[in-house]
């Protein structure tokens, strides 16, 4: 077995009631191996000859109540190779805990904080402490967990990292019916999985999320009456209108704009319906389609 060499961190978010897990390795598509998470459960980041039962396994148990302390003493007592397993949980009170095995390769520790718990090997020393000290820098500042965590990764990754270079990057946060559509808590899963410096192609793919989904601002909305005029002539350009440029907002201005809203995927930022247009996503579409 390959092990995981790599760093990660996994946090939870009382505001927003978030749990995340980001990672970054010298390992092909280490997110998909690494990062487990559920909304009112906990997060796990499983790593260094990664045993994969620790992360299901232990969101039931932390799920079922139990602290991630206990979770991780309970999986790693029962596991005959946990010398060489490394593995940070935080469960659903935000309680964070972190083991490293003492057969882990040569850098390995871990850092346990509130409400998170940062863990690698295989590293430059002091990447764990670097990771640590921005995350509680950044946290609840401006942005979100999913910010944080990555800004926690690039900190990381100045201070020396994986000893063995980069390969690949990834965030995973988690909250009650958070998902797309609503119906599932998997609010943001974003993975580079093999990539010169993953960690920077991470947070370019994580502003392109805020940009399709995040919150919508509405004290910061724009009149539609208002942008009429320059959104036919923007329509026209993209191929959506044909019609007069009259300066007016009519419904056919609308179906046009709404059309155009669906092919770039802004759908939701702007739905269709009232009289005035998300700022984050006009600005967009003016830059899509300059002159």
């Known amino acids: 077995m390959q092990p995981i060499a790599t760093f990660s961190i996994v946090a939870y978010d009382p505001g927003r009631k978030e749990w995340g897990v980001a990672v970054q390795s010298k390992f092909l598509a280490a997110g998909a191996v690494v990062s487990w998470a559920r909304a009112g459960a906990g997060a796990v980041a499983t790593q260094s000859y990664a045993n994969l039962r620790y992360g299901p396994e232990g969101l039931e148990r932390m799920e079922a109540g139990s602290s991630a302390e ?167 350009r993209s191929g959506h209108y044909s019609g007069e440029q009259h300066g007016e907002f009519d419904e056919v201005t609308r179906k046009a704009l709404r059309a155009l809203v669906g092919s770039e995927n802004l759908e939701e930022r702007w739905d269709g319906s009232g009289d005035q247009i998300d700022r984050m996503a006009l600005d967009y579409l003016r830059g899509r389609f300059a002159n």
């Open 70 to 236: 206990e979770t991780i003493t309970t999986l790693t007592e029962a596991d005959e190779n946990r010398a060489q397993r490394q593995v940070g949980m935080v469960d659903a009170q935000g309680r964070a805990a972190s083991f490293t095995g003492a057969d882990c390769y040569e850098w390995a520790g871990h850092q346990v904080g509130e409400s998170y718990a940062c863990q690698g090997n295989i590293l430059i020393p002091g990447t764990v402490e670097a990771i640590a000290e921005r995350f509680e820098a950044v946290r609840d500042g401006e942005g979100e967990l999913s910010d944080w965590l990555v800004q926690a990764l690039e900190a990381g990754q100045a201070a020396g990292g994986d000893s063995r270079g980069r390969q690949s990057a990834g965030v995973l946060v988690v909250r009650k019916d958070g998902g797309y559509g609503g119906n599932n808590d998997r609010y943001l899963d974003l993975r580079v999985d093999d990539h010169p410096e993953p960690i920077r192609e991470l947070g370019r793919i994580l502003k392109i999320h805020h940009l399709y989904f995040g919150e919508v601002d509405e004290t910061d909305a724009v009149p539609l009456a208002e942008v009429a005029g320059e959104l036919q002539a923007l329509l026209t």
